[in-house]
């Protein structure tokens, strides 16, 4: 699905941020990513879906076999490549539907595919925004305008279901997820996941992981990949910090 190799990147000051990250994930896999602040891991999910803050001076993106570093994050989008808060604009006057309808119907046609018929989208918006506990007027809501950060949380694992990529790249910035947060991000994902794709979950958030059983966890720290485990690494860097793994 995704192999990372000797990624670098900087930002446009000529900082280097990522240096050298190596990274395979395959098909079925949940990976989290922790790490200290500052580490790198917003800018890796930014630059693996290609946010142009960034350069990539060295390394590849390999996206189910083709090397996207050159694509635009929408080529990567319409490929199957999802990062939540990819869409965080406020649009007064369009709806959390008729926003997702466009979205869903453009990646269709960036794919060759004609607009899904109104009646399997109806249906398709009926199954997941169920599954999500989400109301019929919060569909019809001005997308972002006034959401609370549980709104934001909802309609975002929202958008994911409904585009159904296949890498979903979620970044839990240390906003502060509330417990109802975790809980719309775990269940959205768990409902998401299957053999045919992937998550990438990068969170400061062990109990996160309570919710959500990764396959793989990995320590990112001064731009690289440091350690790499199971769920077990999560409780003991909850128990340990980062610290020990530091020199
Ligand atoms: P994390 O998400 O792990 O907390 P970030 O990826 O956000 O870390 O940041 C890593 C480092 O890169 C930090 O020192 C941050 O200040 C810097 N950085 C990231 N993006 C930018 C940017 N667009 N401009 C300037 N500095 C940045
Ligand atoms: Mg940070
Ligand atoms: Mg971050």
Redesign the pocket.
Known sequence: MLAINNLHAQ???G?E?LKGINLQINPGEVHAIM??????????S?VIAGKE??EVTEGEILFRGENIVEDAPEERAHKGVFMSFQYPVEIPGVSVTNFIKAALNETRKANGLEDMPAKEMLALIRENSEKLGIKRDFLSRSLNEGFSGGEKKRNEIFQMMMLNPKLAIL?E??SGLDIDALRIVADGVNSFRNENNAVLL?THYQRLLDYIQPDFVHV?AG?KIIKTGDKNLALELEERGYDWLLN
């Open positions: 930002i446009e000051d900082v941020i790490g200290p602040n500052g580490a790198g891991k917003s800018t890796l930014s803050d960034y970044d910035t240390d990068i990112l731009g």
